[in-house]
């Protein structure tokens, strides 16, 4: 399996809000987790990128444990919780300098970015600054900021937030589309539309414990 989680438990203090993940995702396939807010899906997702350490348990991608082989999974695109970007700047400036930040001389950068804001129904030539964005517009924009560099796995957390109807369109559109191309998609979703319209597993949590699992 491309992720395997094993007796994952989380404490926040004294508060247990992970107990006794196992559970595995099989690579090129979209997996969705679904559970009421503070069923833990948010925190699972920061486990597995690495972001939150678990107290128990352990996370690996391709074999490595992250924490331990990795400090985080090698080819890793992220939206978690609210996208954060200047507000001063375009949305192409905004991704340049997250490109460079992590690709200081990559000669396809530009590439790159402007295929990703195109596929998400933002316009690379734009003037207009991040700040006058609206809300569906800045998810847009995460979800090209997590899909520009082509990531091998993709974690999305409530991607469809913001957007209305033609924009959930265009982003399933391209969900599916980076399935075809072998991506492996983590993604939570309050809507179960999403869910049934795109994920090949759903994983549920409730209370910080796997209670269902199947196919979608």
């Known amino acids: 399996m491309y992720i395997e989680i094993e007796n994952l438990t989380k404490f926040y203090r004294d508060q247990c809000v992970l107990s006794q993940i196992s559970c595995s995702f099989e690579k090129g396939k979209i997996h969705g987790i679904t559970g009421r807010n503070g069923s833990g899906k948010t925190v699972l997702l920061r486990c597995i990128c690495g972001y939150s350490r678990p107290t128990e348990g352990k996370v690996s ?50 590439e790159l970015i402007c295929d990703a804001l195109k596929l998400v129904g933002l316009d690379p030539s734009s003037r207009k600054k991040v700040g006058k964005y609206s809300l ?25 937030n913001g957007l209305d109807s033609d924009g959930v369109a265009t982003i399933r559109q391209v969900i599916k589309g980076l399935r075809e191309k072998q991506a492996t998609i983590l993604l939570t979703s309050h809507y179960s539309e999403d869910i049934t319209a795109l994920c090949d597993t759903v994983t549920h949590l409730d209370g910080g414990k796997i209670t269902a699992t199947h196919s979608g």
């Open 61 to 110: 991608i391709q074999g490595k444990v992250v924490g331990k082989d990795v400090e985080f999974p090698e080819s890793m695109g992220l939206l978690l919780e609210v996208p954060g970007f200047l507000p001063s700047f375009t949305a192409k400036e905004n991704l340049q300098m997250l490109m460079d930040i992590r690709h200081h001389r990559l000669p396809e950068k530009n």
């Open 136 to 160: 569906g517009m800045k998810q847009r924009l995460g979800i090209a900021q997590a899909m520009m560099e082509q990531p091998e796995l993709l974690i999305l957390d409530e991607p469809f």
